[in-house]
T-cell receptor
Framework: AQTVTQSQPEMSVQEAETVTLSCTYDTSENNYYLFWYKQPPSRQMILVIRQEAYKQQNATENRFSVNFQKAAKSFSLKISDSQLGDTAMYFCAFMTIYYNNNDMRFGAGTRLTVKP | DSGVTQTPKHLITATGQRVTLRCSPRSGDLSVYWYQQSLDQGLQFLIQYYNGEERAKGNILERFSAQQFPDLHSELNLSSLELGDSALYFC????????????????FGPGTRLLVL
C-alpha cells in the first residue's frame, strides 16, 4: 500500500524568507505522480505543484519548487520569498495512474504560518 | 474557482439521519472523486467514478454510497449518520486520459461541511 508521510506538523517562517516542507512516500510502483496541495483557511484545496516520477527535472511554479529524490522516495516543497498569503495547510499527495482508474493518497499535512 | 461545484455548502443534521451531497464536475471531465476530511486531518479517499462506472474504492463505509449519473454529476449518500461522520466532504474531477493536463490532475470543489448533532 502506498503511504505518504509529512513529518512536520507545524512550521513557521518570516515573510520574504525561504522554507522547505518535507514529504516521504512508500511505494513499489515505478510510475506515479506527486503533488503538493495548499489548503488556506477557506478550506479550498488548491494545487500548488505536481511532479511526474519519470521526469528527473524538478518541477517549479514561480516561487514554489520541489526537490524530488526518487531513490530516497522524498518529495520536498521549497517556498521562496514567503508571503503572508502562503499561510495554509500544505498536503503532499501521491497517485499511481491506471487507465482512468486512480486514487490519490494524502499525507497528514503541515501547517505553515508566515510571520510578518 | 476550479469549475467543480458542490451543494450544499453546509449541512446540519441529527444522528441516524440520511443526507445526499451533490457534485458537478468541470466541463469535459469524466472522473469524479469523493474525499472525506475530518477535523484537522488529511483527506481520505472514498471512491472514484468514471463516466458512470465505479473505478476505485478507498476507505468508504458500507453506510455510504455514491453514484454518477448520465449527465456526469455525482451524489454521495450518507446514511445512519453518526457523530464521527462530521467532516468536510470534497468532490474532485479530472479529465479523461490523453487530454492535455491529463487524468492525473484533480480539481477540487469547495467542499460540503457536514455537522452531525
Amino acid at each position: 500500500a502506498q503511504t505518504v508521510t509529512q513529518s512536520q506538523p507545524e512550521m513557521s517562517v518570516q515573510e520574504a524568507e525561504t522554507v522547505t516542507l518535507s514529504c516521504t512516500y512508500d511505494t513499489s510502483e515505478n510510475n506515479y505522480y506527486l503533488f503538493w496541495y495548499k489548503q488556506p483557511p477557506s478550506r479550498q484545496m488548491i494545487l500548488v505543484i505536481r511532479q511526474e516520477a519519470y521526469k528527473q527535472q524538478n518541477a517549479t511554479e514561480n516561487r514554489f519548487s520541489v526537490n524530488f529524490q526518487k531513490a530516497a522516495k522524498s518529495f520536498s516543497l521549497k517556498i521562496s520569498d514567503s508571503q503572508l498569503g502562503d499561510t495554509a495547510m500544505y498536503f503532499c499527495a501521491f497517485m499511481t495512474i491506471y487507465y482512468n482508474n486512480n486514487d490519490m493518497r494524502f499525507g497528514a499535512g503541515t501547517r505553515l504560518t508566515v510571520k510578518p | 474557482d476550479s469549475g467543480v461545484t458542490q451543494t450544499p455548502k453546509h449541512l446540519i443534521t441529527a444522528t441516524g439521519q440520511r443526507v445526499t451531497l451533490r457534485c458537478s464536475p468541470r466541463s469535459g471531465d469524466l472522473s469524479v472523486y469523493w474525499y472525506q476530511q475530518s477535523l484537522d486531518q488529511g483527506l481520505q479517499f472514498l471512491i472514484q467514478y468514471y463516466n458512470g462506472e465505479e473505478r476505485a474504492k478507498g476507505n468508504i463505509l458500507e453506510r455510504f454510497s455514491a453514484q454518477q449519473f448520465p449527465d456526469l454529476h455525482s451524489e454521495l449518500n450518507l446514511s445512519s449518520l453518526e457523530l464521527g461522520d462530521s467532516a468536510l466532504y470534497f468532490c474532485a474531477s479530472s479529465p479523461p486520459s490523453g487530454l492535455a493536463g491529463g487524468q492525473e490532475t484533480q480539481y477540487f470543489g469547495p467542499g460540503t461541511r457536514l455537522l452531525v448533532l
